[in-house]
Nanobody, 127 residues
C-alpha cells in the first residue's frame, strides 16, 4: 500500500513561488508515474503536471507550462512541484497521485490513471 503525503502549500503573493513535495511511504514509487492535480472550489480536479517513473518524460498543462517544474528524487522517494510566477488562478488544493498502469516510462493525465492519492495541500495566491 502506497501512502502519499503532500507538503509545501501555503499563502503567497502573486508572482511568488512555492515548492510542493510529495513523499511516499509503504512502497517505493520510483517505477511509477506521478501526477500533480489541483482542484479549486466549484471546479473539477485537473491535471497540472505528470512525470514518468524514470523521470525522463514529463507533461505540463498549458496553463502552467513555463512556470511549473515537476521533478523526482528516487533516493528520497519523493516528487516535487516547483511553482514560480504564481497567479491567483493557481489557488487550489493540490494533490499528488501515483499510478502503476504506465510502468516506468509513461504517465497519464486523467484522474483514473492514478490509483493512489494524497490528502492534498492548499495553495492560495493573493493578488
Amino acid at each position: 500500500q502506497v501512502q502519499l503525503v503532500e507538503s509545501g502549500g501555503g499563502l503567497v503573493q502573486a508572482g511568488g513561488s512555492l515548492r510542493l513535495s510529495c513523499a511516499a511511504s509503504g512502497r517505493t514509487f520510483s517505477n511509477y508515474a506521478t501526477g500533480w492535480f489541483r482542484q479549486a472550489p466549484g471546479k473539477d480536479r485537473e491535471i497540472v503536471a505528470a512525470i514518468s517513473g524514470t523521470g525522463v518524460y514529463a507533461y505540463y498543462a498549458a496553463s502552467v507550462k513555463g512556470r511549473f517544474t515537476i521533478s523526482r528524487d528516487g533516493a528520497k522517494n519523493a516528487v516535487y512541484l516547483q511553482m514560480n510566477s504564481l497567479k491567483p488562478e493557481d489557488s487550489a488544493v493540490y494533490y499528488c497521485a501515483v499510478g502503476s498502469r504506465w510502468g516506468s516510462s509513461g504517465y497519464g493525465i486523467r484522474n483514473y490513471d492514478y490509483e493512489h492519492w494524497g490528502q492534498g495541500t492548499q495553495v492560495t495566491v493573493s493578488s
